[in-house]
């Protein structure tokens, strides 16, 4: 089963260093075949808060049949820009499973992934419970953007997107074979 699963990158500050978190992500799930668009909160918001562009985000998510989410958490939480962009639908993201990525400083986001999940689940998504957690993100990252040694992190993201994929397909059959209304 071929499935259509977007990477949302959730932040719009500059020199964000948890970028190169996100863009290995949506490279390893192309490899594995998913189709997957590579969407970022700035894509929505340019840089300012103020600018919203949510018919591109709508279309991605209307087709999709899951979404990871890979976010920097600041000051123990996710992004305002990021929440203001899941919060500009509902209906595409319902009974698709998520998957949530944390790329920070300690606890490699860890906070910020335990309560989006809670966010996610109000959005009638389904958080895996796998999570990827980058920790101490500026000693990931070279100085050219790019993460440092990427083949490190693999077993630890296969659990995760052997998880997320599962109810990927899952989830897509059952929607198939018992819509719901």
Do not use: C
Not at 47 to 73: C, F, Q, Y
Not at 102 to 108: D, E, I, K, S, T
Request: charge should be negative; hydrophobic fraction near 40%; avoid cysteine.
């Amino acid at each position: 089963m071929s499935l259509k699963i977007p990477v949302l990158y959730g932040t719009i500050r500059d020199g964000r260093k948890s970028e190169a978190v996100a863009k290995f992500v949506h490279a390893e799930l192309v490899k594995r075949g998913v189709e997957s668009a590579y969407v970022t909160a700035q894509d929505y918001h340019g840089k300012s808060i103020e600018k919203k562009s949510p018919e591109p985000w709508k279309t991605i998510m209307a087709e999709a049949d899951g979404l990871v989410i890979v976010s920097p958490e600041y000051n123990h939480g996710y992004p305002g820009p990021l929440k203001e962009m899941l919060d500009s639908l509902y209906d595409e993201y319902k009974h698709k499973p998520v998957g949530i990525i944390g790329a920070a400083g300690f606890l490699g986001g860890g906070r910020m992934v335990e309560q989006l999940r809670q966010v996610v689940i109000e959005l009638h998504m389904v958080p895996i419970r796998e999570a990827g957690y980058f920790p101490m993100i500026w000693d990931l990252v070279d100085e050219t953007g790019e993460l440092k040694n990427p083949d490190q992190y693999l077993p630890r993201l296969e659990p995760f997107f052997k998880e997320l994929f599962w109810y990927a397909e899952v989830l897509k059959e059952g929607k198939e074979k018992h819509p719901w209304t």
